[in-house]
């Protein structure tokens, strides 16, 4: 890889948060800039982080970087197949796009009620589905070469599933405590700074708040080499 698979456009528009004008800066200029923000490696190759967040074709080089959906009509993966997506581009495109798909494919039955029209099912807020999907991109093993994220509805729950383990150092029980760790710390940093999170460790306690009060269970779970998140709908 080299400086020509960046998109250049977004990696000015992402400076100019900070009231840095890198379109006009000097290639030796912007090549140091890039170095330093480890969006380029010492080698002048595109780091895995660079590709990710700011790659012109990150599934070029990265195939299996992206997030496959599928939707089923039933509680196993044999059911029928109502929908299937692969979502890739960016990792900010990938995390919008997947939480619009899986927003479309739940379905939300209602009752008119005089002039008003009530649930008759629960559905979370937007944010617990993006927490999820943001953990699942930042913190994935983007080493182990033929996975993807996966994510599979079916009637009565989501399942969100991620290559690679926990980090040594973290539980299951010290995830939901708030307890974090940066598997991917150049990508965390990058996507802290684009708003996608903010690295206070609240993101995992809110959903199961979110699940607990209105009476639904989620299941965290290793397996192999992956995690799996299961939310009952």
Same mark, same amino acid.
Do not use: W
């Given at each position: 890889?080299?400086?020509? @698979?960046?998109?250049?456009?977004?990696?000015?528009?992402?400076?100019?948060?900070?009231?840095?004008?890198?379109?006009?800066?000097?290639?030796?200029?912007?090549?140091?800039?890039?170095?330093?923000?480890?969006?380029?490696?010492?080698?002048?190759?595109?780091?895995?982080?660079?590709?990710?967040?700011?790659?012109?074709?990150?599934?070029?080089?990265?195939?299996?970087?992206?997030?496959?959906?599928?939707?089923?009509?039933?509680?196993?993966?044999?059911?029928?197949?109502?929908?299937?997506?692969?979502?890739?581009?960016?990792?900010?495109?990938?995390?919008?796009?997947?939480?619009?798909?899986?927003?479309?494919?739940?379905?939300?039955?209602?009752?008119?009620?005089?002039?008003?029209?009530?649930?008759?099912?629960?559905?979370?807020?937007?944010?617990?589905?993006?927490?999820?999907?943001?953990?699942?991109?930042?913190?994935?093993?983007?080493?182990?070469?033929?996975?993807?994220?996966?994510?599979?509805?079916?009637?009565?729950?989501?399942?969100?599933?991620?290559?690679?383990?926990?980090?040594?150092?973290?539980?299951?029980?010290?995830?939901?405590?708030?307890?974090?760790?940066?598997?991917?710390?150049?990508?965390?940093?990058?996507?802290?700074?684009?708003?996608?999170? @903010?690295?206070?460790?609240?993101?995992?306690?809110?959903?199961?708040?979110?699940?607990?009060?209105?009476?639904?269970?989620?299941?965290?779970?290793?397996?192999?080499?992956?995690?799996?998140?299961?939310?009952?709908?």
């Amino acid at each position: 890889t080299s400086i020509r @698979d960046l998109n250049l456009t977004k990696i000015d528009q992402y400076f100019n948060r900070y009231d840095m004008d890198f379109s006009s800066e000097s290639i030796e200029e912007k090549t140091l800039l890039l170095k330093n923000t480890d969006i380029l490696s010492e080698e002048h190759t595109v780091t895995v982080a660079g590709l990710l967040i700011f790659g012109i074709n990150p599934q070029k080089y990265l195939r299996n970087a992206i997030i496959s959906f599928a939707h089923f009509n039933g509680n196993a993966i044999t059911s029928e197949l109502i929908d299937k997506q692969n979502i890739e581009s960016n990792l900010d495109y990938q995390i919008d796009m997947a939480l619009s798909v899986i927003k479309n494919n739940l379905l939300n039955p209602s009752n008119i009620n005089g002039t008003k029209r009530e649930s008759k099912r629960f559905i979370y807020e937007d944010k617990v589905f993006r927490e999820l999907l943001v953990n699942a991109c930042v913190h994935r093993n983007y080493s182990i070469y033929g996975s993807s994220i996966r994510i599979f509805l079916f009637n009565d729950r989501i399942e969100f599933i991620s290559p690679g383990r926990l980090p040594n150092t973290i539980t299951i029980e010290k995830l939901k405590g708030g307890v974090s760790y940066a598997v991917n710390p150049v990508i965390v940093k990058f996507m802290e700074n684009l708003r996608y999170i @903010d690295k206070l460790g609240r993101g995992i306690p809110m959903v199961c708040k979110e699940a607990g009060k209105n009476n639904k269970e989620i299941l965290f779970k290793e397996l192999g080499e992956e995690f799996k998140v299961v939310l009952y709908l």
